[in-house]
């Protein structure tokens, strides 16, 4: 039951602090984009560490055989590029040329995405409390800048603010829909753990390499500066995860 109360505590928490990126946006659009760029690279940063730092040695170490366990972390990169091709799943961090994508593709498939990243929260607390934490903030730093992207992207499509908040609330649900559907099966799911947490690496390891760390290579106004900050802003992203990972309790 306790860790049941601490996996639905981070998805809400993780949902309710993600569309802070957006509501900021409502607020401040120029700072929302500032801080979304740089998020970005933190982010980026940060689920390299995570996987790298506490997934990876986690699967490795609860099973026999290493080369299995790299494959799964493989089918989870390709499984999710398959989910993000046929669900048109729209991710969008710097409000890139996806107005004329109808809006009730974007609501759905960024519920379908919000329910993925609470089954992963969720499949990993089952497994471990500090992982599950680490997999929270991971999830989190994902969902800082997609949901600027999203606000910014509805708002622009002619919603009023209310609405636009209206649909993120909405597709936020989906985290909480994700998470309960893996609780309920929780017993069932423990034996799988080292398959859950190689499925989990793959996911992170797809976000940055495909979504995050492309984004940052294409954005107005490069310079050295602004350049040699998205390395050292990536580097602190992923030595942030290494310090979490040796000091938080195993």
């Known amino acids: 039951m306790q860790i049941t109360v601490f996996a639905l505590g981070a998805i809400i928490g993780t949902s309710l602090l993600g569309l802070l990126g957006g509501l900021l946006l409502l607020w401040k659009e120029k700072l929302a984009r500032r801080v979304s760029h740089v998020l970005v690279s933190f982010g980026a940063g940060a689920l390299i560490g995570i996987v790298f730092f506490d997934l990876l040695p986690e699967a490795l170490e609860g099973a026999d055989d290493a080369t299995r366990v790299l494959q799964l972390v493989f089918a989870g990169f390709l499984l999710f590029y398959i989910i993000e091709k046929s669900v048109a799943w729209y991710h969008c961090h710097h409000h890139e040329a996806v107005t004329r994508v109808p809006r009730y593709l974007i609501v759905l498939g960024d519920f379908i995405?919000?329910?993925?990243?609470?089954?992963?929260?969720?499949?990993?607390?089952?497994?471990?409390?500090?992982?599950?934490?680490?997999t929270a903030v991971g999830v989190l730093l994902h969902e800082l800048p997609q949901e600027v992207g999203d606000f910014g992207i509805l708002l622009h499509?002619?919603?009023?603010?209310?609405?636009?908040?209206?649909?993120?609330?909405?597709s936020s649900v989906?985290?909480?829909?994700?998470?309960?559907?893996?609780?309920?099966?929780?017993?069932?799911?423990?034996?799988?753990?080292?398959?859950?947490?190689?499925?989990?690496?793959?996911?992170?390891?797809?976000?940055?390499?495909?979504?995050?760390?492309?984004?940052?290579?294409?954005h107005e106004n490069a310079s050295r500066h602004r350049e040699a900050l998205h390395v050292a802003v990536f580097i602190l992203g992923a030595a942030l995860m290494w310090i979490i990972s040796e000091t938080l309790p195993g």
């Open 113 to 134: 995405h919000n329910m993925i990243d609470g089954m992963l929260i969720a499949a990993t607390f089952l497994v471990d409390a500090r992982l599950g934490l680490i």
């Open 157 to 170: 499509s002619g919603l009023s603010r209310a609405r636009v908040i209206g649909y993120n609330l909405l």
């Open 174 to 218: 989906g985290a909480l829909v994700g998470g309960v559907l893996v609780l309920l099966f929780g017993a069932r799911l423990e034996a799988f753990a080292p398959i859950l947490i190689a499925l989990v690496a793959g996911n992170f390891l797809y976000i940055a390499a495909v979504d995050l760390i492309p984004s940052t290579h294409h």
